[in-house]
């Protein structure tokens, strides 16, 4: 028999009875329970957050470190800096002025004036004075003689100085300059003469 569509609508079909199931049971029989295995749980403690801190992340405590030592780069840039400033804040002078860089003191030229004489010169129209001597150089180097100057005091204690220029001479160590120098007599006469190295 064939099943009659009634208004375009399907006809249901019949169901047979034997593949409908009620329920399924199965029978669990009282014996001794599996254990349940112990989970632990931790609980933290938070502080209690207010108002908008709760959308901020958790600050985790970092990790404490020795602190770092400088390596030999940062020591050596260190001690070339504060020798810098040394240097340019007037350690160069303090340096130059304690020898310590210098050598040995060197030998230097010591000289003297010897063999001085004055006399009175009346041959011709106005009298004269002469002066003369030797200017030696009695030290262990060469150096440049300096100019002499010659001092006459008069009797009543007035001093005419003159200066006898050397013209930069050189004198070797033991080297002897033999000078003479004609003078003006002073009016009162003359009381003394002295021969030094002009400064």
Do not use: C
């Not at 009620?22 to 108002?51: F, H, L």
Request: glycine residues 12%.
């Amino acid at each position: 028999m064939a099943a009659v569509a009634f208004d375009g609508v399907a006809p249901r079909r019949a169901v047979d009875p034997a593949d409908v199931v009620d329920a399924d049971y199965e029978v669990v029989r009282p014996g001794r329970p599996e254990p349940i295995p112990a989970v632990k749980v931790e609980t933290a403690q938070a502080s209690p957050r207010v108002g908008m801190d709760m959308l901020r992340k958790e600050k985790t405590e970092p990790e404490r470190r020795a602190p770092a030592r400088g390596g030999p780069l940062f020591w050596i840039t260190g001690i070339g800096i504060a020798l810098a400033a040394f240097w340019v804040s007037g350690g160069h002078a303090l340096v130059r002025d304690s020898g310590l860089f210098s050598g040995p003191p060197a030998v230097q030229a010591a000289f003297s004036v010897t063999g001085v004489r004055s006399r009175f010169d009346v041959s011709g129209t106005k009298p004269v004075l002469l002066v003369d001597g030797e200017a030696a150089n009695e030290g262990g180097e060469a150096g440049v003689l300096p100019p002499l100057e010659i001092r006459v005091a008069a009797s009543d204690g007035r001093v005419t100085r003159y200066t006898l220029g050397t013209s930069g001479r050189i004198l070797a160590a033991g080297e002897r300059f033999a000078f003479s120098s004609r003078l003006d007599v002073p009016k009162n006469g003359v009381g003394t003469v002295s021969v030094t190295f002009a400064e």
